[in-house]
């Protein structure tokens, strides 16, 4: 053995090499699909028993009552912790074991977890086994590597990221697991690319937008008041008014891709009028119309002023466009998080990083949002970050993959951030 520590615990992760390749296709190989929820308790225990094995205390988490959550598709979350030889803080790796969908345009099974080309294939092995996987095996490594670590590790499996979170991190928020003094920082290996420090993301505003009419014959519309033509009405004063000011509107966060660095406002869907068969369609003036906005928030916007600015758009239609009526509904939000780049937890995994790769990390935010809101704002723990292998673009798509090599080095850095963190020596 050599007598640096790092190289040991670097030995001791390529030691392991096949083992995270054989431990990331077993979690690939539990089709934990949400919705609406599947697989989740097996795929739970499997992390519970192998962590309960290498001396760690588990605890099951059923988030009864949350959005899906019954009798066939239980929301199981696994919490495993360690306590060191000595008092420190607490170090946590958070991943969600849920996947999206497989969708179609696969070559290979989503679900076989093929082994090709040093990469790994599967649903969830890019978003995000592959990270959960280098986690493991970066903490057994690291315990095995010291003699008598200080601090708590802990390793988390939570359920329901894909859709917002409730049953999993932000039901685990709520009831103290993610808040000092229990745990102090939190790495979530979400796949940012292997390079990257991810400190935050973007808020989320989603609202349906309904405009209402009266209906009437088709072949007399100016009996009726057509809603879709108020609705056009509404795209149109986004086109003129809203779009400009919102790409004109740009954030200090380090967003990639550059594009997401302005405030960003997506039409979801827009439904109008009677439902039809084919070849029949309604002869009616339709008396509702409803879209579905997705608005991106910055850091430095209000979730109130971002709503208030649509609000008094549609406000000024009601006083120049006659007969325009509305009605708004608000269907989620998320308020934008972003941790201190300069924080322990970010700046132990930029060292890691340059330890490991050779180069400088890049901090970004991310465009859309993941389980750091929970932690932030329900944990009120600040020191979060999000750091894995897997390439962001290859998340829900098609023959998506993680590469071996990232994951052992994305083991290592985390390894090595972990290890800077419990010794207090970021
Ligand atoms: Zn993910």
Redo the contacts with the bound molecule.
């Keep these: 053995m050599s007598s640096d520590p790092t190289d040991n615990l670097f030995k001791a992760i390529d030691a392991r090499r096949d083992e995270l390749v054989e431990l990331t296709r077993a979690l690939i190989r539990f089709p934990t699909v949400n919705p609406p929820g599947e697989g989740y308790r097996p795929c739970a225990e499997f992390i519970g028993d192998r962590l309960r094995a290498r001396g760690f205390a588990v605890d099951y988490v059923h988030a009864v009552g949350t959005p899906g959550d019954d009798e066939r598709y239980p929301r199981i979350n696994v919490v495993a912790r360690r306590p060191g030889k000595s008092p420190g803080p607490c170090v946590h790796f958070n991943s969600?074991i849920d996947v999206v969908q497989s969708g179609g345009g696969w070559t290979l099974d989503p679900f076989a977890a093929v082994v090709k080309d040093g990469r790994v294939y599967g649903r969830g092995s890019c978003?995000?086994k592959g990270g959960l996987a280098a986690s493991i095996i970066a903490v057994e490594a690291l315990i095995e590597s010291a003699d008598a670590l200080p601090g708590t590790l802990e390793i988390s499996g939570t359920v329901d990221?894909?859709s917002g979170g409730y049953g999993g991190v932000h039901y685990l928020a709520e009831r103290g697991w993610f808040s000092p003094p229990r745990v102090d920082h939190v790495i979530i290996p979400?796949?940012l690319n292997v390079d990257r420090v991810c400190i935050g993301h973007r808020g989320v505003w989603w609202a349906e937008i309904e405009t209402h009419g009266r209906m009437a014959h088709g072949s007399m519309p100016f009996l009726g008041d057509c809603a879709v033509r108020h609705m056009h009405a509404v795209v149109e004063r986004f086109e003129r008014d809203l779009y400009p000011q919102l790409v004109a509107r740009r954030t200090d966060m380090p967003v990639v891709p550059a594009g997401a660095r302005h405030s960003t406002l997506n039409i979801n869907s827009i439904h109008g009028g009677q439902g039809e068969a084919p070849g029949y369609p309604a002869p009616l003036v339709p008396d509702s119309c409803r879209m579905v906005i997705d608005r991106r928030l910055l850091i430095e916007e209000s979730i109130d002023s971002v709503k208030a600015e649509v609000r008094e758009l549609l406000e000024r239609l009601v006083e120049e466009r006659a007969g325009f009526r509305y009605s708004i509904r608000d269907i989620f939000e998320v308020r934008p998080t972003m941790a201190d780049r300069n924080g322990l937890v970010a700046r132990s995994t930029a060292a890691a990083i340059r330890r490991v790769l050779g180069r400088d990390p890049e901090f970004i935010c991310s465009p859309g949002t993941?389980d750091q809101k929970h932690i932030d704002r329900v944990g009120k723990l600040r020191d979060c970050i999000a750091y894995g292998p897997g390439i962001l673009d290859l998340?829900h798509q098609p023959d998506e993959y993680v590469l071996i090599e990232d994951m052992v080095n994305s083991a290592k850095v985390m390894a090595l951030a972990a290890r800077s963190l419990l010794y207090g020596i970021a």
């Design positions: 969600h978003d995000m990221e894909e979400e796949p993941y998340a």
